[in-house]
């Protein structure tokens, strides 16, 4: 069991509108209004994104035997692994910003 194509073309595929989210909301979003939808849709991107690699990670552990140190032992099985905890880090970023953006950014004007 090395890297599994199936789901690494999946992980792929899910990088695509996490970035965008991301980007979205970094350049395009406006500034300081809270917004329930664009909030919403963050979250559910984001959890979305994160049951992913998750889910790969349960498998590994607990479905085979000895299927976590097969692969380690190959390049490609540690690339599968730096796959996984990119879209993992990358769907908790898109998590974290949705949630903001149920309040708004903070504004120090006002402090």
Wanted: hydrophobic residues 50%; neutral net charge.
């Amino acid at each position: 069991m090395s890297a599994r194509p199936s789901t690494t073309l999946r992980l792929w595929v899910l990088l695509v509108p996490t970035l965008a989210y991301l980007e979205w909301a970094y350049y395009f979003r406006p500034y300081g209004q809270p917004s329930l939808v664009d909030g919403g849709v963050g979250v559910l991107l984001g959890l979305y994104t994160c049951a992913h690699p998750a889910a790969n990670c349960i498998d590994l552990i607990f479905l085979e035997r000895g299927a976590f140190k097969r692969v380690t032992s190959e390049w490609a099985g540690l690339g599968w692994l730096a796959l996984n905890f990119v879209v993992m880090l990358v769907g908790w970023m898109v998590l974290v910003v949705g949630t903001t953006q149920f309040t708004g950014r903070a504004s120090f004007e006002t402090l």
